[in-house]
């Protein structure tokens, strides 16, 4: 039997507020470490697009039925071969994981009513592939005095032997760059839900600006 539980409770998870991308990568480097499932299961998806503005919904710091929008937003897919597949948000107001399905219709919905701007693209990138490349100095989180904008995490940058930062190639939707595929909206429904069936309720355009 496929386990649903394969990262800590959410209250137990590693967590910094506007720091997604390393949240993710510490639920990645929880599921190697205790082998609660097969990092093949596994991708981060970097949602973003060419000018860093995608809306998603039911997260934390957003007002009612608005949609907050951020200039990227990453989280986990666990594709399971016999079951729907999961999506591990923690900044979302969905269970945790919730269904690709219910985080398509709920979170995600669909580009087809919002304008082109606002377009979302995902570049999915196996978990094996982040944990081996990613970097980041935090530098993106840092003002033009060097200041924090937000807090940093407590540990200590990720980093690989080779590199100290290369967030932006993650964050990228061209293809030409960085690791993984990157996908449309539709395309990544189509390829990761047998059953895809997504809301095209229409968005509001109001909405709250945050980073990720």
């Not at 989180?141 to 940058?157: A, C, I, T, V």
């Amino acid at each position: 039997m496929e386990r649903d539980d394969i990262t800590p409770s959410r209250e137990n998870c590693v967590y910094t507020s506007c720091y997604c991308e390393e949240n993710v990568w510490k639920l990645c480097e929880f599921v190697r470490t205790e082998r609660t499932a097969l990092l093949e299961e596994l991708d981060v998806v970097f949602i973003s697009n060419e000018n860093r503005m995608v809306p998603l919904w039911k997260q934390k710091s957003g007002r009612g039925d608005r949609p907050v929008i951020w200039d990227y937003h990453v989280v986990l897919l666990q594709v399971r071969l016999h079951s729907s597949s999961l999506v591990f948000d923690l900044d979302t107001e969905l269970s945790f994981p919730c269904s690709l399905k219910l985080y398509s219709d709920e979170a995600l919905r669909s580009d087809h009513n919002i304008k082109p701007a606002y377009h979302r693209k995902l570049r999915v990138v196996p978990a094996d592939s982040f944990l081996l490349n990613f970097a980041s100095d935090r530098s993106h989180m840092k003002d033009s005095e060097g200041s924090w904008r937000m807090p940093p995490p407590p540990y200590p940058p990720i980093r690989t032997t080779e590199c100290e930062m290369n967030l932006d190639d993650f964050i990228s939707m061209s293809p030409a760059v960085g690791w993984g595929r990157v996908f449309s909206l539709d395309d990544f429904l189509l390829r990761h839900s047998s059953s895809s069936s997504y809301s095209s309720s229409s968005s509001s355009s109001a909405a709250s600006s945050s980073s990720s």
